[in-house]
């Protein structure tokens, strides 16, 4: 299967998202997009809300993208117990992982990345088609912070 390479990210100055290919030219971002009539046109952006589809879908067939996230629920004897997972990319392995909320905070603040990698769960497309993306983390920017 050939990889599609595809980014998401939010118009300068507004809160609507743009999807295509990401271009720099060395003092802004800017995705180049394909409207419906097939106009192309080279859209300014928010460096902060750029996102890379990892070429991955959930449940629904919608595209899963860098910052995308997910909830598990399972019941305990205390209660119900939500665990949030979240699409990252591990730079150090080149790929894209879920990994819950805690483990984000840990694998952006660890200096022991050897022992983290170690146990980091990847994405795997049989298990991505099994969860329901419900939110991301530039439209959501608080909704991790507790879970």
Same mark, same amino acid.
């Given at each position: 299967?050939?990889?599609?390479?595809?980014?998401?990210?939010?118009?300068?100055?507004?809160?609507?998202?743009?999807?295509?290919?990401?271009?720099?030219?060395?003092?802004?971002?800017?995705?180049?997009?394909? +409207?419906?009539?097939?106009?192309?046109?080279?859209?300014?952006?928010?460096?902060?809300?750029?996102?890379?589809?990892?070429?991955?879908?959930?449940?629904?067939?919608?595209?899963?993208?860098?910052? +995308?996230?997910?909830?598990?629920?399972?019941?305990?004897?205390?209660? +119900?117990?939500?665990?949030?997972?979240?699409?990252?990319?591990?730079?150090?392995?080149?790929?894209?992982?879920?990994?819950?909320?805690?483990?984000?905070?840990?694998?952006?603040?660890?200096?022991?990345?050897?022992?983290?990698?170690?146990?980091?769960?990847?994405?795997?497309?049989?298990?991505?088609?099994?969860?329901?993306?419900?939110?991301?983390?530039? +439209?959501?920017?608080?909704?991790?912070?507790?879970?």
């Amino acid at each position: 299967m050939k990889r599609q390479i595809k980014f998401r990210a939010k118009y300068l100055n507004s809160n609507e998202w743009i999807y295509g290919y990401l271009i720099n030219d060395g003092t802004r971002f800017n995705i180049l997009y394909q +409207d419906e009539s097939l106009l192309t046109q080279i859209i300014n952006v928010d460096p902060n809300t750029i996102c890379e589809f990892t070429n991955q879908f959930d449940a629904n067939g919608k595209e899963i993208y860098e910052g +995308d996230f997910y909830r598990e629920e399972n019941g305990t004897e205390r209660g +119900d117990e939500r665990t949030y997972f979240v699409c990252v990319f591990l730079k150090e392995l080149s790929r894209f992982a879920w990994l819950s909320a805690e483990e984000k905070f840990e694998y952006e603040t660890t200096s022991d990345m050897e022992d983290f990698l170690d146990t980091e769960m990847g994405m795997i497309k049989k298990y991505s088609r099994m969860i329901k993306v419900i939110g991301n983390t530039i +439209d959501n920017p608080n909704k991790l912070d507790n879970a």
